[in-house]
């Protein structure tokens, strides 16, 4: 069983950029099919982006496509999600998440982190 750690989490301006980092431990890391997703105040957990076990199979969320790159570090087990050209709807608590299959589908994961708060003022 993996268990999940993200950081990396802040108050930025509008405009500015953050990276999360997603760290695992207590399983193989390179076995899992990896995601970020977050939680606005008030809303439900959504799909911001995916990572295949590899790395080589990305995909994201309409709402961040081209602001946002998701990567991983198999040696150092570790995901991470680069952040740019913030927005205050960014606002979220962001999760990171890992599973067998892997998709936009929260019920693909099924190992996930505490999460990370991201505020972005505007």
């Known amino acids: 069983q993996v268990q999940l750690v993200e950081s990396g989490g802040g108050l930025v301006q509008a405009g500015g950029s953050l990276r999360l980092s997603c760290a695992a431990s207590?399983?193989?890391?390179?076995?899992?099919?990896m995601g970020w997703f977050r939680r606005a105040p008030g809303k439900e957990r959504t799909f911001v982006a995916y990572?295949?076990?590899?790395?080589?199979?990305?995909y994201y969320a309409d709402s961040v496509k081209g602001r946002v790159t998701i990567s991983r570090d198999n040696a150092k087990m570790t995901m991470y999600l680069q952040m740019n050209s913030l927005k205050p709807e960014d606002t979220a608590i962001y999760y990171c998440?890992?599973?067998?299959?892997?998709?936009?589908?929260?019920?693909?994961?099924?190992?996930w982190g505490r999460g990370t708060q991201v505020t972005v003022s505007s």
């Open positions: 207590g399983g193989t890391f390179s076995n899992y099919r």
């Open positions: 998440a890992a599973g067998d299959r892997g998709s936009s589908y929260t019920s693909a994961y099924d190992y």
């Open positions: 990572i295949s076990r590899s790395g080589g199979t990305t």
